[in-house]
């Protein structure tokens, strides 16, 4: 019964996101409205994202026959994608208005939620790939919204990549169909294959279609170009509210591939899962990280640690791939590092990507930060801390469980993600250093009231939830 | 094994008073001074009291002790329950002894100083100081176990540092050695504050040492209380021995008394002590602090032979023996060597620390002997040579803080340390003459005063010891000591002075600076007068200390060597009086002239160049281990200032121009790397 309340909610948020353009084309043109709306539905997803993850909590949550299927795991990818969305939308609030492209954004936003959710909890190839259509279709258009060219650019780039990827992903839905015979959960595993060639080819082609979009080097190439030159704001919801979408999903399906009870050479085929999403966790974190270190553009900084963020996060899902097979407990542990370290990630970025449009790029424009007030330069530094992983901060204990998660897998993949985890210190550090630089005396920041209050709630919002954090974890039910 | 020493348990408070008032005076003054109170008046009276207190609960202690029984104040709360260690105060004979000479030496001295540091810009800071000192002695001497001796230790060491840079702002006429001096290289002359910080280091060597074996005995015994320790030392030595470690284990823990008593090797740093006020020489370098070690020596010598006796195991004996004919021969090499530097000396503080050093030797010897005697003589030997040890470390306590006394004042009035600008004093104060007159004779070991017979005993007991050279070398010493005494009386008070100061006006010390001394000297003639009492008391305080608890035997007998004895200290003094007042020799023209005498001068001036050999050798090394780390910091700060960041800017270039902003080249790269983790996969994938 109360899954058909989460199941009105869900569907809350595809009419509000239907209801903004009807009411403008009818003549209401009153951005308050349209905000409302987009903030209602957000709402409303949350809680059904808090009424999910308790759900969870007693186990699977069905919906559809099985054909989406919640678990602790994807409902709290769900939370953290309505959290993001609100902090996204306060610090928006009603600047979206100011485009021509008005009033997508308060449209589109409530419609990328309506994707998470099932994205995250697709148990089907069909279902996947129409959670994949909708996100992706979506965040081209999100990009493209503001006026500038850089946006224009932008979204042009992600489109034609985003084309390819698509293309890729219809080819692993097609090998599911008609090689395993299966568009169910059977599809997902790689048993299901009779030939290994194919199975190869399917399972490349999922990988390098999830990667491009959560940014796995080596298929993080546009990745720069978005989200280091689209207008942060935007950047905000492709960041921070679709990525814990395609996080899901990639994990879903990793750890179904995982289970196939098949054997290379006598080696389980989990443990070639894992040691290939261990080599592309290295190559990610080391990519991001070292990439992170010079540039003067706090944009194209956060862009280079978003691939980094997204290294450590395959550190657990090579854990849980190597786990799949053999300990169900320790998969689960796994996947709950990781829902813990993407929510850390989302909360941190989004409000920072959407600070950049106001507060500049340059790294010199953070101490104008400092200027504006305390209250601002706090909640920066702590966002900037949780991402660097400083206890009690979230992003401290998505780390923490990640790494003991991956250390029963391999110490050395810890050692090259604790080593990682020390060089971004040094751009971290740097941002902070910059900020709170007094040599001379700046001018404020021009940001608004709503930008600085999303900053703060995030802010709050990473120390509760870090404070809590071991507690919540114990909550997670087993992955089954 | 002779009988356990009993001992009366009373309650904590009352005779612990003996060093918790001096602490509490100590803190009092503390808190006033942090809260600004300037008055001299104040910490005057609260040090003085607090220390008068001291002296009169250890006067009625040592009543109790010697008319009834020992004392063992024992707190009712365990301290550490896990080391199984108590908090209490053990007042035996040789406690009572000690606790007596601390406190009533450290009331005269403190009285001295009010008027010796009058006016001084670190007066608060002094009494402070000093009144802490006495607390912390006073712990040494009447501590139960071993963790509050270490931490009186300590906190002796922690005041010795502080007073001996009390001017540390370094000005020349506080220094140690003559300016500009320098041998092989090496400087030597001392400020006050490299002075305090190489105190510290000379006594941290040992009290490492110290620690280690405390730990090492705990760890054989299972107890740190040391009548305990007394009452299981067969147990432990046995296990030691067992180990084959004995002898090594009581060495390292027996480091810290040597380096505290300035025994060779560690003896440099009381030399050049000698940059503190005055007074706090004569109490805490030359009557107290210093004499720490010796008590160390005979708290424990008499723990050991006895539990050896009542082994009577073979390798436990020959262990001790080991043991002790190391401490005794450290003992006979600082006796000798530092008499020697005595000879040469221009400084008349120097001149004293030479012979307190040398003198602490000589305590040594006598305690070490009753370890040497094990295997063949009593218990009444080895408990009349310990005794000995003891007697010559109060008279030369109250011989020794008389000696410096005198020269506080004289230093004062000659405005000079060097004995070459003092000199005819003996016509401007009378008294002050009979006192050092008095002191000195008796330092020098002549009958009827106090240094006469407690030397006579230690000398008679290395003879009975029977190890040859040590028992040589101490009756060489004692020949040493007559010499360079009378010469120090003679020159400064009968001789001309050989650096005449017009402007110096001599005359008698005010009173409250006079009477201390004079008191001090009167009482070492006292105590050999009535050296029958004396010794009768000490003999009781044998009876009553533990693991001795045997009468000592203290009377003096002329024997043929106590015939040499005097006849070699008579002779010195015949020599020297004729060398300096008949034939006048012009030593200083005869250095000049004479290269043979000038090296042997040099030699002996420069303090046998040991000083010099510890900066080259040991400051020379961590000089040159320390530039190493230097260049070795450098190359890694240089990978880690310059290095990291070059290969971080250049890796984080490469790979950003990766990133072209050209839609096709991404297209092309993900086209590539996808056909590559294909071709990758096929080569390895597959059943």
Do not use: C
């Amino acid at each position: 019964m109360i899954e058909r309340v989460v199941e009105v909610l869900i569907y809350v948020t595809l009419i509000a996101s239907l209801a903004v353009p009807l009411i403008y084309s009818f003549g209401v043109r009153r951005v308050r409205v349209h905000l409302a709306i987009a903030f209602a539905s957000t709402i409303l997803y949350t809680i059904a994202g808090v009424i999910l993850l308790s759900l969870a909590g007693n186990g699977q949550v069905r919906f559809y026959n099985g054909l989406v299927v919640h678990d602790s795991f994807t409902s709290a990818m769900v939370l953290g994608s309505g959290l993001t969305a609100l902090l996204v939308l306060i610090s928006i609030e009603r600047k979206a208005s100011y485009w021509s492209t008005h009033p997508a954004l308060y449209s589109l936003l409530p419609l990328t939620l309506f994707g998470v959710f099932y994205l995250a909890g697709a148990m089907d190839t069909l279902v996947v790939l129409a959670g994949w259509l909708l996100v992706s279709v979506i965040s081209y258009v999100i990009v493209a919204l503001p006026d500038d060219l850089d946006s224009a650019v932008a979204s042009s780039r992600y489109i034609m990549v985003g084309a390819v990827a698509t293309l890729l992903i219809g080819l692993w839905a097609a090998s599911n169909v008609v090689v395993a015979s299966s568009v169910g959960l059977e599809g997902f595993r790689l048993s299901s294959y009779t030939d290994d060639k194919i199975s190869a080819l399917a399972f490349t082609a999922i990988i390098a279609a999830l990667g491009f979009k959560v940014g796995v080097a080596p298929f993080h190439w546009w990745l720069p170009s978005v989200y280091g030159r689209g207008d942060g704001r935007v950047i905000a919801v492709v960041a921070g509210i679709a990525k814990l979408g395609f996080i899901a999903v990639i994990a879903r399906i990793i750890v179904e591939a995982s289970r196939s009870p098949l054997a290379y050479a006598g080696v389980p085929a989990s443990k070639y899962i894992a040691a290939g999403l261990a080599a592309l966790a290295v190559a990610t974190m080391t990519y991001g990280n070292i990439a992170a270190l010079t540039p003067r553009n706090v944009q194209a900084i956060l862009a280079y640690s978003s691939i980094a963020q997204v290294g450590y996060i395959l550190v657990g899902l090579s854990a849980a791939a190597y786990f799949a097979d053999t300990s169900p407990e320790a998969t689960s542990i796994a996947l709950a590092a990781v829902a813990l370290q993407s929510i850390a990630y989302a909360l941190a970025k989004a409000p920072l990507f959407a600070m950049i449009p106001e507060a500049g790029r340059d790294l010199a424009d953070l101490k104008k930060l400092a200027a504006r007030g305390r209250g601002v330069t706090l909640a920066v530094m702590m966002l900037i801390l949780s991402l660097l992983g400083l206890p009690p901060l979230l992003g401290f204990w998505g780390k923490l469980y990640l790494f003991l998660a991956a250390a029963g897998y391999s110490l050395l993949l810890v050692a090259i993600a604790l080593i990682n985890s020390g060089i971004s210190s040094a751009y971290y550090i740097r941002m902070i250093r910059e900020m709170l630089r007094t040599e001379q005396a700046g001018e404020k920041a021009e940001i608004t009231d709503t930008t600085e209050a999303s900053l703060i709630i995030a802010a709050i919002l990473i120390t509760l939830l870090g404070i809590t954090a071991p507690l919540l974890i114990q909550s997670f039910a087993p992955i089954i | 094994m002779s009988e356990p020493l009993s001992y009366t348990i009373t309650g904590f408070l009352p005779w612990s008073l003996t060093w918790l008032l001096p602490y509490l005076g100590a803190l009092v003054l503390s808190l006033a001074y942090i809260a600004g109170f300037k008055g001299e008046r104040l910490y005057g009276l609260v040090s003085v009291a607090s220390i008068l207190l001291s002296a009169l609960i250890s006067t009625l202690a040592a009543y109790r002790v010697f008319t009834d029984n020992a004392i063992y104040a024992k707190a009712s709360v365990a301290w550490f329950p896990w080391l199984g260690v108590t908090f209490g105060t053990y007042i035996d004979g040789l406690g009572a002894v000690m606790a007596l000479v601390v406190s009533w030496l450290s009331f005269l001295i403190a009285v001295y100083s009010l008027k010796y540091m009058e006016g001084d810009w670190g007066f608060p800071r002094y009494f402070i100081i000093f009144t802490f000192f006495v607390a912390s002695m006073q712990l040494v001497v009447l501590a139960d176990n071993l963790i509050l001796l270490f931490i009186g230790w300590e906190g002796t060491g922690l005041a010795s540092y502080a007073l001996i840079g009390h001017w540390y702002t370094d000005e020349e006429d506080k220094w140690v050695g003559v300016p500009g001096r320098r041998a092989l290289g090496k400087p030597m002359y001392f400020e006050p504050s490299h002075s305090a910080v190489r105190a510290v280091l000379f006594t941290r060597v040992g009290d490492v040492g110290l620690v280690i074996g405390i730990a090492a005995i705990y760890l054989a015994s299972g107890t740190l209380v040391i009548p305990e320790l007394a009452s299981t030392a067969t147990g432990w030595l046995a296990e030691l021995a067992s180990k084959g470690i004995l002898p090594a284990i009581l060495l390292v823990f027996t480091l810290g008394a040597l380096a505290k008593s300035a025994q060779f090797p560690f003896h440099e740093w009381l030399v050049t002590a000698m940059t503190g006020p005055t007074p706090v020489s004569a109490l805490i370098h030359a009557a107290t602090m210093v004499k720490a070690g010796v008590y160390f020596m005979l708290r424990f010598a008499p723990i050991l032979i006895a539990g050896a006796i009542a082994l009577g195991t073979q390798a436990v004996v020959e262990g001790l023996r080991d043991y002790f004919l190391i401490v005794a021969g450290l003992g006979a090499i600082t006796a000798f060597a530092l008499a020697t530097m005595a000879l040469v000396s221009n400084e008349l503080k120097l001149i004293l620390a030479y012979s307190t050093a040398s003198q602490l030797g000589y305590m040594f010897i006598a305690a070490a002997s009753a370890g040497l005697l094990l295997g063949f003589a009593g218990m009444e030997e080895v408990a009349s040579s310990v005794m000995a040890g003891l007697s010559h470390l109060v008279s030369h306590a109250v011989f020794k803080a008389a000696l410096f006394l005198v020269a506080g004042w004289l230093i004062h009035v000659a405005h000079s340390r060097f004995i070459d600008r003092m000199g005819g004093y003996a016509r401007y104060m009378k008294l002050t003459a009979i006192s050092l007159w008095l002191a000195g004779l008796s330092l020098a070991g002549i009958p009827p005063l106090s240094g006469f017979f407690s030397k006579e005993l230690v000398i008679h007991y290395a003879e009975e010891a029977g190890v040859s050279w040590i028992f040589f070398l101490a009756v060489v010493t004692a020949g040493l000591t007559a010499a360079y005494t009378i010469r120090m009386i003679l020159r400064v008070m009968h001789l001309e002075p050989l650096e005449a100061d017009s402007h110096v006006k001599a005359h008698e010390a005010p009173k409250l600076m006079l009477i201390p001394y004079l008191v001090l000297a009167i009482a070492s003639l006292a105590l050999g007068v009535g050296w029958s009492y004396t010794s009768g008391l000490l003999s009781k305080a044998s009876e009553l200390t533990i693991g001795l608890v045997e009468k000592a035997k203290l009377s003096v007998e002329l024997t043929g060597v106590t015939g040499v004895v005097i006849a070699l200290v008579l002779g010195s003094i015949g020599s020297v009086y004729y060398l300096y007042s008949i034939a006048r020799v012009d030593f200083r023209d005869l250095i000049e002239r004479n290269t043979l005498a000038r090296y042997l001068h040099d030699f002996l001036f420069d303090r046998w160049y040991i000083n010099s050999i510890y900066y080259i050798v040991i400051v020379g090394s961590f000089s040159y281990a320390a530039y190493a780390m230097y260049a070795l910091d450098s190359i890694i700060d240089t990978i880690y200032h310059a290095g990291v960041p070059m290969l971080g800017a250049l890796g984080a270039m490469a790979l950003r121009v990766l990133h072209r902003g050209r839609t096709d080249y991404y297209l092309a790269m993900y086209a590539y790397f996808i056909s590559l983790a294909l071709l990758l996969l096929y080569l390895f994938w597959g059943r």
